[in-house]
């Protein structure tokens, strides 16, 4: 991760987690950033001051004016100084504050006025991040773009275990890597005549609706036993989030997962093929497009007992009935709205990938091909090739946050060129 002459302004607020803070300044420094840090007064008992001024080489902000000699500490010159903005550990009290623009400390007044990219690693104990509340007032920051890294699962400081934990200082720095990617520094910035809040860019899908579907179909044999695939939902998930912090309205369709709904995103959980069917045409009916990353069962039981199979001696015979193509079927219906597919195929990729382009009405299909190391069902990393009608582009293996970041561009690029709805 390369931060060479980035300004960076690290926001820590009073939690556990401000012990990592330290980490994160260290990793953000080493990529070439320079750090600033502005402090709550309770994030003062977590870390000390002195640690962070030290390994910023730079001042500490805590007040509004520094009571020895009285000089302003003025958030807005903080604000115009960075290129992004990243508050982590960020408490569910700050969080709360920053959705409802409370202005009561210098952190929170900075970030009233900052013009960079925003971002939160919230931190919290299990029971007040599942709060609504606290989703709502992630979704409200999340809805103004604000980028969030959500919290990891793991031992909190109160002992439970949970979802909570600030992540971890290596992924909010490679978070912010991937915020300012492309983005101009805020000395350029200020060298144009008043900058709107956001750059114009920044949410390329507001006032869009999309679709996207994620994760594998369960199709039940009988009350305990049901016919899946190995999908863990994560491409899925990360392509919601990454249209959401495009400025889109998504609805994601959701086959079982492990993974919370990326925030400002709208879940319908969905068991089966049927189920997925119904919902996704539903959701697709006043939406603008649809990315169909789900892995649907092909198959489905004939009949589903209603009482558990026993086993017998011989074989036992399923016979499985085809379910419905969601994708053929949205494709069937788009106009001129956006589909995009994906194919997953282990022998002739582009040219199975191509058929199923046109028999689905796909505007551009993503293609993993199994033979590639790191891509694939359940890692982090994902090697594709985007599929149009008139040409691909094959990414270097990434992280799916990575590839969703670029499929989102894709579409945003296409969102453009179509007529407004
Ligand atoms: N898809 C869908 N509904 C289905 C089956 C597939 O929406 N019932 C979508 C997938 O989400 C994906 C695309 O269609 O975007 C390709 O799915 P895939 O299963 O690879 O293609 P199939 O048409 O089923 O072809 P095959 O099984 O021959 O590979």
Request: hydrophobic content about 45%; proline content about 4%.
């Amino acid at each position: 991760m390369d931060l060479q002459g980035r300004r960076i302004l690290l926001g820590i607020t009073g939690g556990i987690a401000a012990y990592k803070s330290a980490a994160l300044c260290r990793l953000l420094k080493t990529a070439g950033a320079e750090v600033r840090v502005v402090m709550t007064e309770h994030a003062k008992q977590f870390i000390t001051p002195l640690t962070m001024a030290t390994l910023s080489k730079n001042p500490i902000l805590v007040e509004f004016f520094d009571p020895e000699n009285g000089a302003w500490n003025s958030h807005v010159s903080l604000g115009e100084w960075a290129d992004c903005f990243v508050i982590a550990p960020a408490t569910a009290n700050t969080l709360a504050k920053m959705a409802a623009g409370i202005a009561d400390n210098l952190l929170l007044t900075t970030y009233l006025s900052a013009r960079c990219p925003v971002a939160v690693a919230p931190t919290m104990d299990l029971d007040m991040y599942a709060h609504p509340a606290t989703r709502q007032n992630l979704a409200t920051l999340a809805a103004r773009g604000v980028g969030i890294v959500e919290a990891g699962d793991g031992e909190l400081a109160s002992g439970l275990r949970g979802k909570g934990r600030m992540a971890e200082p290596e992924t909010i720095a490679a978070f912010v890597g991937e915020l300012l990617a492309g983005k101009g520094t805020a000395a350029e910035r200020q060298s144009v005549d008043s900058v709107p809040a956001e750059a114009p860019d920044s949410r390329p899908l507001a006032g869009k609706r999309f679709v996207v579907t994620a994760g594998a179909t369960i199709e039940a044999i009988d009350p305990v036993r049901f016919l899946s695939n190995h999908s863990s939902g994560k491409m899925g998930y990360a392509i919601a989030e990454q249209l959401a912090r495009r400025g889109a309205a998504v609805t994601l369709v959701s086959g079982r997962t492990a993974l919370d709904a990326p925030a400002g995103v709208t879940r319908i959980d969905i068991l089966s093929a049927e189920e997925m069917y119904e919902a996704t045409v539903a959701a697709f009916a006043d939406a603008d497009g649809a990315v169909m990353c789900a892995a649907v069962a092909d198959y489905t039981p004939c009949e589903v007992a209603d009482r558990k199979l026993k086993k017998g001696d011989g074989e036992l015979m399923i016979r499985l009935r085809r379910t419905r193509d969601i994708a053929a079927e949205l494709g069937a219906r788009k106009g001129d709205r956006l589909l995009v597919g994906f194919a997953l195929e282990t022998d002739a990729e582009r040219e199975h990938a191509r058929e199923k382009l046109e028999r689905k009405n796909f505007d551009f299909i993503v293609l993993n091909s199994l033979r590639d190391a790191g891509a694939g069902f359940r890692g982090d990393t994902n090697k594709v090739t985007l599929i149009d009608r008139t040409a691909s582009e094959e990414l270097p293996l990434l992280s799916k946050r990575e590839v969703a970041a670029r499929i989102a561009d894709k579409i945003a690029g296409l969102a453009a060129m179509r007529p407004a709805r």
